[in-house]
């Protein structure tokens, strides 16, 4: 039940992440989205922005020119054919006649009587439309009289001009009747078309909308097309990084996406016979070492037990063998276990190239591990040892013996007595509670989690910096006048694939006062490591096709 929940829950983290890297701002598809949405948006708004000019000015032209002719009709026929002196009534009356035509306007005319007086008629009553309504340029350009010239045949003409009151736009215009009379001012309101024009706006605005809308949807649409071979190049590009080297895409079409990915599978194909070469030559390799390394040991097994005789005579004070030549035999002696620790490094670095190396578990006792190699090599004059019983952990013990002869042997042999080492406890983040437990219940510890660290220090002049890289190298001399050793150049080598293999590592390094230290990390209990990696592995298969 915990692991379907861990595994819906992985799921949907992994579709959550999914969405968001197709919405994040550095996303392609993100940007062609934006990019057409702005395109689109640019192309609407100045479409509709040239559209509600032009009908914004067809409209209100029309309609002016309209009532301009009205009027001006209006003032010729009625307000010509009052009197030079009109009476107050009079004017009401015409004004009152003018306001019924076909474009329905407000008329104000101006004159004087007979007695020198300024009389006003107007069609909207006493509290209509009124002079102070009229713009004072408008009036004075109405009144002002205008010089007679060739192409100026009239002294008077007709004026108008725009105004807006309480949001909304009148239509003002002014003149004068021909050859004499009252003047007159026509107010016509521009409500109607105003309101068309903002219906035609709403209307151009929803269009845009739906312009941008539609254009971001074909936008995604388009980058989908475009991305999903992107997309399926990046998953090949990550399986061929996995070492699923038989990864190939399907190709279709002619476009540059199919020619990327002709050029993919041509690279892929490539590379996987350049792999397949490279893997067929080690594979020759190592079995060329490995049968040589096994051919070797049946003639080293000979030679072994002839120099072991050799050196039982030598060490036999009345032996048979000339004094001449017991430095020879000597010097065989030392090259044939030399030549015979090599063959069986060779074989070691063999089984690790191969994978076949297996570890024999066993629960063991840190320190007592240390003292037992120490001691069968006849180290304890030489080596300091800093480590209480007590710190169990479940490892190989021969490898782990294997790990310590290399360290302690190396520091003894290029380093300074005395060499020290030195064990602690490293524990798990969690294993706090469960640590007393491990130190006093011996093996019963060691399934709680933490490291073992084995620190090997020696009081030498240290490792040279050009060095250090490469002290786990195979066959690497720090001295290249020096080719010659006691040594294969290979025990560092195993001791780092051992430490690899149980989950561990070891790192080289200069101590701060002297010396060279050498720090060997292991898990307290590989199998437990091994079980949570395999259960990891299962969990993130399990997420992995929730996503899918």
């Excluded at 006003?120 to 009289?145: C, H, I, M, Q």
């Excluded at 312009?211 to 980058?223: Q, R």
Aim: negative net charge; glycine residues 10%.
């Amino acid at each position: 039940m915990t692991q379907e929940h861990q595994g819906g829950t992985g799921g949907w983290s992994a579709a959550r992440k999914g969405v968001w890297s197709r919405l994040r701002f550095t996303s392609l598809r993100l940007r062609l989205v934006v990019v057409f949405g702005l395109v689109a948006l640019t192309a609407a708004v100045s479409a509709s922005g040239i559209a509600y000019w032009l009908n914004r000015e067809s409209v209100l032209t029309r309609t002016q020119d309209a009532v301009l002719r009205d009027f001006e009709r209006e003032m010729q026929n009625r307000a010509g054919a009052l009197p030079e002196h009109p009476t107050q009534d009079e004017l009401q009356r015409t004004a009152s006649q003018m306001a019924t035509s076909s474009q329905r306007f407000t008329v104000l005319l101006v004159a004087e009587n007979s007695d020198g007086r300024t009389v006003y008629g107007s069609s909207g009553g006493l509290n209509g439309f009124s002079l102070k309504d009229v713009p004072v340029s408008l009036r004075d350009a109405v009144t002002e009289r205008q010089k007679i010239t060739s192409n100026n045949t009239s002294p008077h003409h007709l004026y108008w001009q725009r105004t807006v009151d309480d949001d909304t736009p009148y239509l003002v215009a002014g003149t004068r009747v021909i050859g004499g009379g009252p003047t007159g001012y026509m107010l016509k309101s521009l409500e109607p078309e105003a309101k068309d024009l903002n219906s035609l706006a709403w209307s151009l605005g929803i269009a845009t909308a739906l312009a941008l809308i539609g254009s971001a949807l074909l936008a995604h649409a388009a980058a989908t097309t475009v991305l999903k071979p992107v997309q399926r190049l990046g998953v090949a590009a990550r399986r061929l990084g996995e070492g699923k080297l038989d990864t190939r895409l399907r190709v279709s079409g002619t476009d540059e996406l199919a020619d990327l990915s002709r050029t993919f599978n041509k690279a892929a194909e490539a590379l996987e016979k350049r792999v397949a070469d490279m893997a067929a030559r080690d594979e020759a390799s190592r079995r060329f070492v490995a049968d040589m390394s096994h051919e070797l040991r049946t003639p080293l097994t000979a030679i072994t037990a002839v120099t072991e005789v050799l050196e039982e005579e030598l060490e036999f004070e009345g032996g048979g063998i000339d004094p001449m030549i017991q430095p020879a035999v000597r010097l065989v002696v030392s090259e044939t276990r030399r030549l015979n620790d090599l063959v069986e490094n060779l074989m070691e670095v063999t089984r690790f190239d191969a994978g076949t190396a297996r570890l024999v578990l066993d629960d063991v006792d840190v320190a007592d591990q240390i003292t037992a190699c120490i001691d069968a090599r006849a180290w304890l004059d030489a080596v300091e040892l800093d480590a209480e019983r007590g710190i169990h952990a479940r490892i190989d013990p021969r490898r782990l013996d294997v790990i310590l002869a290399n360290l302690i042997g190396n520091a003894l042999k290029h380093g300074g007595s005395p060499v020290r080492v030195a064990v602690r406890e490293s524990v798990a983040e969690g294993a706090e509670g469960t640590e007393g437990a491990g130190g006093a219940g011996g093996a019963e510890g060691v399934g709680d989690g933490g490291t073992v660290v084995i620190e090997v220090r020696d009081h030498g002049p240290g490792i040279p910096e050009e060095v250090l890289p490469h002290v786990f190298d195979r066959f690497y001399k720090a001295s290249a006048s020096r080719p010659r050793s006691e040594g294969s150049g290979l025990g560092l080598s195993i001791a780092l694939e051992n430490a690899h293999i149980h989950g561990g590592e070891i790192t080289a390094a200069n101590s701060p006062e002297c010396g060279a230290v050498f720090t060997l990390r292991l898990p307290r209990d590989v199998s437990a490591r091994d079980a949570s990696e395999k259960s990891g592995d299962a969990g993130g298969e399990g997420a992995k096709g929730d996503a899918r």
